[in-house]
């Protein structure tokens, strides 16, 4: 939408909607109306019809839920947010179900209504070209995880393939493991595999690729994971641009449920492109006073990039056995929640020696449990509970 959206308020309390409509001006929205609910709304509706509609609702809700589904079908086009201080599941339904788009719980802030006005207009604009046809149909994807951390050494390489291995086992999906790691690609060793090709030499031809011919480049695993090298010279990494990282994982993404991305502890602006394409990005960080200063920057760098927060899972792993910090202590420093913590092992080292992900050799292992229950969480798949006896067992094989 070129022009700034229009937005008319609807609340029965004339001093209320002044307020909020001075609060909307105040945050740059433009207000071109306001109203009490009923006739009054619904006359603007039809004879000049906003972008947005934001309704107040409170306790009894009738005359506003009644107000919503009038707007709704006098004016189809304009958007309908709900404010309200109730903020049970019963109402924000009653109000979802009367056709509001969205539904705000008070107190308001005037970020929140500016990302819910653009948010739901940007809704409205795709549903409109896709009624048009303007947009093609919505290529299924799946979903991509980018494994990020400030630096090198934390166990970015080792979560990524025991990760990746775990979701085959799992989900039994299509899932590729992607060794984006600009300087010493070390997936190919981890997972014990040969370097037939690599991911610079899809480079070299770039436009000829489609969703099946970038398939004969991938190396399969015999656990069932489909594996994109990095070259085995770090110089070939300069016949890549971002943009042909972007095409490479698009591609990638049209024909696997997963695609896991591994990183170096580097930053570059083909790493910035992964994290651009990153549905989820899991941020390692170890426990150590120098890594956790180096994720406060890998944070405040992905606010700047505008990366949502809802995206980022924060991962701490125990990659050494030293435990100077608590991991209260990492959460308080940060500013941020830890999804998840990985125990430190010590036959990680040995399974990566091995070439044999540890969710493999030792399935019962403390790090295979807890990547286990990651990629368990990631996948929406319920964990199964083993019984005594089998845990018993798996555990001395
Ligand atoms: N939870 C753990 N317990 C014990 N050792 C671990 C753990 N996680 C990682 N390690 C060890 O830490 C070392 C570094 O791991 P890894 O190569 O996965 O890190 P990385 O972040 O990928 O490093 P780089 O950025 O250099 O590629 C390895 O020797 C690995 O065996
Ligand atoms: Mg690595």
Request: proline residues 4%; charged residues 25%; glycine residues 6%.
């Amino acid at each position: 939408m070129a022009r700034d959206p229009e937005i008319v308020v609807v609340d029965p309390d004339i001093d209320a909607r002044s307020d909020t409509a001075h609060m909307l001006e105040a945050a740059d929205l433009s207000v071109v109306g306001e109203a009490d609910y009923g006739i009054d709304a619904v006359t603007m509706a039809k004879e000049r019809p906003p972008d947005v509609f934001l309704v107040s609702m409170e306790e009894p809700v009738a005359r506003a839920i009644q107000t919503i589904e009038m707007l709704v079908s006098a004016a189809p086009q304009a958007a309908t947010i709900v404010v309200s201080s109730l903020a049970d599941a019963g109402s924000v339904r009653s109000a979802m179900v009367a056709g509001a788009r969205d539904y705000l719980i008070k107190p308001l802030k005037p970020e929140d209504v500016t990302r819910a006005v653009y948010g739901v207009l940007e809704q409205e604009e795709r549903r409109r070209q896709q009624a048009d046809g303007e947009l093609g149909e919505t290529a299924a994807r799946g979903t991509i995880i980018t494994i990020f951390g400030a630096k090198g050494g934390i166990g970015k390489t080792t979560v990524a393939t025991n990760l990746a291995t775990s979701l085959v086992r799992i989900t039994n999906s299509n899932v590729c493991l992607v060794d984006m790691d600009t300087r010493f690609g070390d997936v190919a060793i981890m997972m014990d595999v040969a370097v037939e090709h690599s991911i610079a030499d899809l480079g070299h031809r770039i436009d000829e690729l489609d969703r099946e011919s970038i398939k004969e480049a991938l190396t399969e695993h015999h656990t069932g994971v489909s594996i994109l090298p990095a070259p085995l010279h770090p110089t070939e990494w300069r016949n890549l641009t971002p943009q042909h990282i972007e095409r490479i994982v698009n591609l990638l993404a049209q024909g696997h449920d997963y695609i896991i991305i591994d990183t170096p502890g580097t930053f570059n602006e083909i790493i910035a492109a992964t994290l651009e394409l990153g549905d989820i990005i899991l941020l390692m960080t170890s426990m150590d006073i120098a890594s956790i200063k180096d994720t406060a920057l890998a944070l405040e760098m992905l606010r700047a990039a505008e990366i949502s927060e809802d995206k980022v899972k924060l991962i701490i792993n125990h990659s050494t056995s030293a435990n100077t910090l608590r991991e209260e202590d990492v959460e308080r420093v940060l500013e941020y929640d830890v999804t998840w913590r990985i125990p430190h092992d010590y036959n990680v080292a040995n399974s990566n020696q091995l070439g044999i992900p540890i969710v493999i050799a030792k399935p019962y292992a403390r790090v295979s449990r807890a990547v286990t229950e990651m990629a368990h969480a990631l996948s929406g798949t319920p964990q199964e509970r083993k019984g005594f006896l089998e845990r018993f067992l798996g555990r001395a094989s």
